[in-house]
């Protein structure tokens, strides 16, 4: 595991360095279908949800008591940039960088929630975050500069898309997902989530390591809270 954690830290540098602000897409890329299983999920542990609702190129998914290990807030023009840096400190901590120095396993996805800036040359603001695996999840061990994020019922509209995410490419998604859910009882819930400050204004979730080139899986999410017993249509 040390060893994978290792290439996996080394590829992820040269990915960044590699990638263009503006955004790359790979000739085979193509959106993927809202209900893709990461191909990493069956490989290490990934948070567990329910399905709600399956709609055109989206779906509505409720996750259920995750804990999430989160860095501070990032100004940054960037979300390549901004989730480097962040990745960067939560590699060091499940690597034992924390107040127990204790090493923790590797999980999927790493998500940054974004609050976009009001203007095309300010910065934004960006959360990057790790789920934290179920054995570690009673107790994460405490580190400077991250805190710790405990879920209770949290809906989520969700959108995937293939390849590499770049700056232009996670808001085209954001926008699609938006477009693919207007009307719906799911954007008013969103709309409402987001007037009240519940929820940043969206999150990008990576599944797979930088040096795979295949099957890769991302997610364009929106937050937000919902009353149990509403429908969508």
């Known amino acids: 595991m040390a060893a994978v954690a290792i290439i996996f830290k080394l590829s992820f540098f040269v990915t960044l360095f590699s990638v263009s602000l503006l955004g790359v897409s790979s000739e085979t890329e193509k959106h993927q279908n809202a209900r893709t299983i990461p191909p990493t999920c069956n490989r290490i542990e990934c948070p567990g ?11 509505i ?7 999430w290990m989160s860095t501070s807030l990032i100004q940054d023009i960037s979300l390549v940039e901004a989730t480097r840096t962040g990745f960067l ?77 770049g700056d232009y490419k996670v808001g085209e998604e954001a926008a699609a997902l938006e477009a693919s859910i207007a009307g719906t009882d799911w954007a008013a819930a969103i709309k409402k989530s987001h007037r009240a400050g519940h929820a940043s204004a969206y999150t990008v979730a990576q599944y797979n390591a930088p040096f795979e080139y295949d099957d890769r899986v991302n997610e364009i999410w929106f937050s937000f809270d919902f009353e149990e017993g509403r429908h969508a249509m």
Not at 61 to 67: F, M, P, Q
Not at 135 to 162: D, I, T
């Open 49 to 59: 949800y329910d399905v709600i609702h399956v709609g055109d190129a989206y779906e």
């Open 61 to 67: 998914r409720r996750y259920n008591s995750t804990v």
């Open 89 to 165: 400190s939560l590699f060091d901590y499940i690597q034992g960088k924390n107040n127990y120095k204790q090493k923790i396993e590797m999980t999927a996805p790493v998500i940054t929630e974004v609050s976009p800036s009001d203007g095309p040359f300010c910065e934004s603001s960006f959360v990057v975050s790790f789920y934290v695996p179920k054995e570690n999840q009673a107790n994460p061990p405490p580190a400077k500069g991250l805190h710790v994020q405990r879920w209770k019922a949290v809906y989520v509209a969700v959108r995937q898309f293939s390849g590499f995410v």
